[in-house]
């Protein structure tokens, strides 16, 4: 039985409790508060022991004596990473932003909540809500998507489902983290509208919805470390956005100065104490650090922990970590995150009583793939490759599967087959965290990384889809991978195209039951696919500085009038809609934009309401549009339903440098409402503000 809920007027309400304990506690207990517990040695050994990295949840201060809760943390995203062969691993959140589905989103917080207090912990630091400015980043998989409003939505979401379970909700990495190999040393610069309007306010609406921690980043922001960095941690954080819970670093290497960082508003070092601890006594003693400073990090800690603490009275026993319950909310997002781009001639569903046999080709076909091997990497009971999903929902038909390494041998497969799958893209080996060798002592093999080399599949993939795919005209490709990946080499020579992502632990299942239309998809591309790879921004992936400029992702491609191969938000299905009774209206200080959406086909199918704003009118440089609402809508066959979707006038407003203030141009603006970022797939209007 819940008996609050959390959120920040209940959280502050243990101030006063928080202020007596602080009182009554010696410098080195309040010190103590503000550190991890885990060696930096044992977490090392750890990634390549047979435990793992966060095996059991890592432990922070805490004072029994003193009635101070330690903190445990947990890491995700995709699940909880504790233990092994228990708990649930979920689709990433790539997959999970292309559901757009808050709801869906909420309930996988709630039982991820659940889970994290079966084994014990009370905080999950699995809310990765960065913004990648490139998607070779390696980490694209940890996001929801490239941008910013559809951001905010999914890791809200995540905060409120794991917050009713009692459970700190801890965003990262906090800011302007997207580059893999260069992360320890790259100094990001952007002007400061860049920062305000694209990659802070995503952050912002996590914490308007209850974030209760912050992780700071390990890369640079104008000439200083994220951990130490006061602007972000002090200035925006803390005293602008008035967060009221603590941030701790990331793990190890989140730190590198003690004084800079405790006087720049770092509350706790993660996982081990290296800059704290010891170091910090000697500062406060030597006057270097006020001890102010270091009980106002240590009232935010034990007034975060009391308010999780004391919420409630439930038990979470074990049975919870990997239940049916929780494996089926997994089989549910893999279904509606997964993507269908191309379906010439309805190659797709398979047709179960016209057909014999199917070649599965591909390396990766028969490999349960759950994506990166760093600090996301989720130990669950049994992982459903593709080919073993394929065969499972297959029933009795034949399954062949093959490799692909005998081109000439594939080609006799194929051409003998009813129907050709290909499984092909990415795995932790491609993309990923990355830690170089002189950064953890060897400790650990530096897989993973970003994409510095191609965005596309390997040469044996492409090779092998263009010399088969034409040897049978019902062949599909299905893809693996956290993020985009160019097509254009293959695309023409097969008929299907399902983008996969690395879809969870029943991931197989999902691409099966889509194959054969007995789930119809509905994901939408979170993310944008370019017809060149040049029409993406510039990243040198291994560098010390790097510059984000206003623009990437969809709205560099339409300033640019560049034609997307597939536009940000499209995704197909095995039905049609139809957009119809557009309105746009002012109501008080929102924006109204309603539509009817009626299901025209033969199937029930689920369908994306995407409402973006345009600025033509606008007397400075400004996004040709940019999403600022959406709304998934599931319909049976014939059925019609209205949509609204309510934005605050707010959300229309840009950032002024000279004045330092948000600012509503007066001007008629176009607004537009449909399926994808696409103009033919938007009904456009004007609203005069």
């Not at 190890?252 to 006087?263: K, Q, R, S």
């Not at 695309?491 to 632990?505: S, T």
Request: hydrophobic content about 35%.
């Amino acid at each position: 039985m819940h008996m609050h809920r959390i959120d920040k007027k209940y959280r502050l309400s243990f101030t006063n409790r928080a202020k007596e304990i602080v009182k009554g506690l010696s410098l080195e207990e309040k010190v103590s508060l503000m550190s991890g517990r885990v060696s930096m040695i044992e977490m090392l050994r750890n990634f390549s022991g047979e435990m793992h990295y966060n095996y059991i949840p890592y432990p922070a201060g805490g004072i029994e004596k003193k009635q101070i809760p330690e903190m445990r943390f947990c890491d995700g995203p995709r699940g909880v990473v504790c233990g092994t062969g228990k708990s649930t691993c979920y689709p990433v959140p790539m997959l999970r932003g292309a559901s757009f589905d808050t709801d869906l989103e909420e309930r996988i917080g709630r039982a991820i909540g659940e889970e994290v207090r079966a084994w014990d912990g009370n905080l999950f630091a699995g809310i990765c809500i960065n913004l990648p400015y490139h998607p070779g980043w390696g980490r694209s998989q940890e996001t929801y998507g490239e941008d910013s409003c559809h951001l905010g939505k999914m890791g809200s979401a995540l905060v409120r489902g794991v917050q009713e379970e009692s459970v700190i909700p801890c965003i990262k990495h906090f800011a302007f983290n997207s580059m893999e190999i260069s992360r320890f040393k790259v100094n990001i610069e952007c002007d400061k509208r860049t920062e305000r309007e694209r990659y802070l306010p995503h952050f912002k609406e996590c914490i308007d919805n209850g974030a209760a921690a912050v992780m700071s980043s390990y890369n640079l922001y104008r000439g200083n470390h994220c951990g130490q960095n006061r602007y972000l941690l002090k200035d925006v954080l803390k005293e602008e956005w008035d967060f009221d819970g603590f941030v701790m670093s990331d793990f190890v290497w989140g730190i590198t100065d003690t004084v800079l960082a405790a006087n720049s508003g770092q509350d706790m070092e993660m996982c081990c104490t290296s800059f704290y601890g010891r170091k910090l006594i000697a500062a406060v003693r030597e006057g270097k650090v006020p001890e102010e400073r270091i009980d106002e990090s240590v009232l935010r800690i034990i007034r975060t922990l009391l308010a999780y603490t004391e919420a409630d009275d439930r038990e979470y026993p074990k049975e919870l970590i990997g239940c049916r319950e929780h494996i089926a909310l997994a089989l549910e997002s893999a279904q509606k995150g997964i993507t269908l781009l191309k379906n010439k001639n309805h190659v797709l569903p398979i047709k179960r009583n016209r057909i014999e046999s199917i070649v599965v080709l591909g390396r990766l076909a028969n490999k349960g793939n759950l994506g990166d091997n760093g600090s996301s990497r989720v130990y669950p009971p049994y992982v459903v490759s593709p080919l073993q999903g394929i065969a499972k929902v297959a029933g009795d038909k034949r399954v062949i599967f093959n490799d692909g390494s005998d081109i000439q041998h594939a080609k006799r497969l194929a051409k003998k087959a009813d129907y050709v799958v290909f499984v092909a893209g990415y795995d932790c080996n491609d993309e990923g965290e990355y830690v170089s060798n002189d950064q953890a002592g060897n400790y650990m093999d530096p897989i993973g990384g970003d994409r510095h080399q191609s965005l596309g599949l390997h040469p044996d993939e492409i090779h092998l889809i263009r010399e088969v795919g034409p040897e049978n005209e019902n062949s599909v490709v299905v893809l693996i991978g956290g993020s985009m990946i160019m097509m254009e080499e293959w695309k023409d020579y097969v008929n299907g195209i399902l983008m996969a992502y690395y879809p969870g632990m029943e991931g197989g299942t999902a691409i099966g039951q889509i194959l054969f239309g007995d789930v119809n998809p509905s994901g939408k591309l979170p993310f944008v696919i370019p017809g060149k790879e040049t029409d993406l921004p510039k990243v040198d992936w291994d560098t010390d500085q790097q510059r984000y400029d206003y623009y990437h992702g969809y709205t560099k491609l339409d300033k640019e009038a560049k034609e997307a191969a597939y536009p940000y938000g499209f995704g197909l299905s095995y039905t049609e809609f139809k957009v119809t009774e557009v309105h746009f209206t002012k109501k008080g200080d929102a924006i109204e934009a309603e539509c009817c959406v009626k299901n025209t086909g033969d199937r029930a199918g689920a369908q994306v309401i995407q409402f973006y704003a345009g600025f033509s009118q606008s007397s400075m440089d400004r996004p040709v549009k940019v999403l600022k609402g959406f709304q998934r809508v599931a319909l049976k066959p014939g059925e019609k339903k209205k949509v609204t979707i309510i934005t605050p006038i707010e959300q229309l407003k840009w950032f002024n440098e000279k004045t330092d203030t948000w600012e509503l141009e007066s001007m008629e603006y176009d607004l537009y409402l449909g399926t994808s970022s696409s103009e033919k797939d938007l009904i456009r209007g004007k609203l005069s503000l």
